[in-house]
């Protein structure tokens, strides 16, 4: 499985940026893609989803209203919208491939991550 997670960089709060993960057509049909991120000296945290079936969507509430996953399948990519970025988004942001089709809440792969830093 390779995917690779771009897009991150340095914002100010309140800034956007748009996370890119390119996967193969294979595994974009098949499974369900998402996003996690991990901070320094915090646990994991699974962001958001989105099925490969019908496009349907998952959100942790700490992102709710403010991020958007979305898929495009000429391009084989999923896309992560981040706005009205706070301090708390800072970390490495993963996408991942969860095991089936629909979004169950778990990640099987995933590649390297993009750093994202907010800062003032």
């Known amino acids: 499985v390779q995917l690779q997670a771009s897009g991150g960089g340095l914002v100010q709060p309140g800034g956007s940026l748009r996370l890119s993960c390119a996967a193969s057509k294979f595994i974009l049909d098949r499974y369900a893609i998402g996003w996690f991120r991990q901070a320094p000296g915090k646990e994991r945290e699974d962001i958001s989803c989105?099925?490969?079936?019908?496009?349907?969507?998952t959100y942790a509430d700490s992102v709710k209203g403010r991020f958007t996953i979305s898929r495009d399948k000429d391009r084989n990519t999923v896309y992560l919208q981040m706005n009205s970025l706070k301090l708390g988004d800072t970390g490495v942001y993963y996408c991942a491939t969860d095991p089936h089709a629909m979004c169950t809440g778990r990640f099987d792969y995933w590649g390297q991550g993009t750093q994202v830093t907010v800062s003032s």
């Open positions: 989105i099925s490969s079936i019908d496009g349907s969507t």
